[in-house]
């Protein structure tokens, strides 16, 4: 029973463009929630975070939306730059902060093309 | 570098063999976490620490796994009896009392 859902496992984009990658929870008491970027052999990256009393986050590039209704978050990227490739992993917690252990999805591998 | 660490980076080991893995945080951070993560899925949450204290255990440990952290610092993770279903990849993670997890590099284990 995942609690956390990407059910995008890949996603191509063109490098300029926007990347959008979604997620979905069914948990209403995650009140935290994260994003990761993941490279082959090493420990996922923290990106960027939101509260639940927010509905946008935004840190450069990087844009966390939220809409608490739908129970859905989505992680937007622009432009889109070759570095981005990489395995994007939603995160939730339930402890307000993120101070305990996180719900992962499953990943969505965002390729970015030339 | 000041990241969290991990060591071994990779482990073969035989089935029904004990493996022990450290993990070193990041100095000031209180909260130590331990995942697993099999391919194709996301890190899951095994058990974390608040200084040397173990505040949480998922399902997932089971009595074959122990973590320790003696004097709130690093981190040992033990598995014993290992099974093939044992082989993943195991994060250390760590943070201040909230915020966000910062991760080390894992610890990739083999049983064969």
């Known amino acids: 029973d995942q609690q956390v859902k990407q059910n995008s496992p890949s996603l191509s984009v063109q490098e300029g463009r926007i990347s959008i990658l979604n997620c979905d929870y069914t948990?209403?008491?995650?009140?935290?929630f994260l994003w990761y970027k993941k490279y082959p052999a090493e420990g996922p990256t923290f990106l960027i975070s939101?509260?639940?009393?927010?509905d946008k986050n935004e840190d450069g590039r990087f844009t966390v939306f939220l809409n608490k209704s739908a129970k859905h978050l989505s992680l937007h990227i622009v432009p889109s730059q070759p570095g981005d490739s990489a395995v994007y992993f939603c995160?939730?917690?339930?402890?307000?902060?993120?101070?305990?252990?996180?719900?992962f999805g499953k990943g969505t591998h965002l390729i970015i093309q030339p | 570098d000041t990241g969290v660490s991990q060591d071994p980076r990779h482990k073969i080991t035989k089935r029904g063999q004990n493996v022990t893995f450290r993990c070193d945080p990041i100095?000031?951070?209180?909260?130590l976490y331990w995942y697993r993560q099999t391919l194709g899925q996301g890190p899951e949450f095994l058990t974390y620490?608040?200084?040397?204290?173990?505040?949480?255990k998922s399902r997932l440990l089971s009595d074959r796994f122990s973590a320790e952290r003696p004097k709130g610092s690093f981190s040992t993770l033990e598995i014993q009896r290992t099974e093939q279903g044992d082989s993943a990849m195991y994060l250390c993670?760590?943070?201040?009392?909230?915020?966000?997890?910062?991760f080390g590099p894992g610890t990739r284990l083999t049983v064969l």
């Open positions: 620490f608040q200084n040397e204290a173990q505040l949480e």
């Open positions: 939101i509260s639940s009393i927010k």
């Open positions: 948990n209403s008491m995650f009140d935290y």
């Open positions: 995160a939730a917690s339930n402890s307000g902060g993120g101070a305990d252990g996180l719900t």
């Open positions: 100095s000031e951070h209180n909260r």
């Open positions: 993670a760590s943070s201040a009392l909230a915020g966000e997890q910062f």
